[in-house]
C-alpha cells in the first residue's frame, strides 16, 4: 500500500538542484488544467518546506503553490511565522483535493518522515544558516 506512492503509475520523478539542496517533484501530467493568477495550474499539490532558522519541516497542500509558499514566508500563517525564511524541498501535484490530503497525512506519519529523511539526508547536516556542518 505504501509503494504506490513511491513509484505512482503516471508521475514523472524530477530532481532539481537548488543552491545546495536536491528536491524532488513528482508531478503527474495535466493537461487542459485552468491556471490561477500566480500562472500556476489549479492542481492540488502537497508540499514540504525547510526552516535553516528551526530545522524543521513543515508538511502541507494547497492548489497554489507559489501563492502558498508566499504566505509562509511574508508571516500570513500563525504556524510557519517564527520559522521564516521557509524553502520549497518537495512538492507533489496530486489528481484531486482528496489525493492530495491523503499524501500530506502519509507525509506527516512516521513512515512519511522517515521517506522525507531518506530522500533528504543532507538536511540533518545544515546548520541554522543552510550551510552543511562538519
Not at 22 to 46: D, K, L, Q, Y
Not at 91 to 96: D, K, L
Request: glycine share 10%; aromatic share 10%; proline share 5%.
Amino acid at each position: 500500500r505504501v509503494r504506490e506512492w513511491f513509484e505512482p503509475s503516471g508521475f514523472k520523478l524530477e530532481a532539481h538542484p537548488p543552491s545546495q539542496l536536491w528536491f524532488i517533484r513528482v508531478s503527474c501530467e495535466a493537461e487542459n488544467r485552468p491556471v490561477n493568477e500566480s500562472g500556476g495550474t489549479e492542481m492540488p499539490f502537497v508540499y514540504v518546506l525547510w526552516s535553516h532558522k528551526l530545522r524543521k519541516r513543515y508538511i502541507g497542500s494547497t492548489r497554489d503553490l507559489a501563492g502558498r509558499l508566499s504566505e509562509h514566508n511574508s508571516g500570513q500563517s500563525h504556524f510557519t511565522r517564527g520559522g521564516r525564511p521557509w524553502i520549497l524541498i518537495h512538492s507533489e501535484s496530486c489528481g484531486s483535493v482528496a489525493e492530495a490530503r491523503k499524501r500530506e497525512h502519509f507525509l506527516k506519519s512516521g513512515l512519511g518522515r522517515q521517506w522525507l529523511d531518506q530522500q533528504y539526508p543532507q538536511l540533518r547536516n545544515m546548520n541554522s544558516e543552510g550551510c552543511e556542518s562538519g
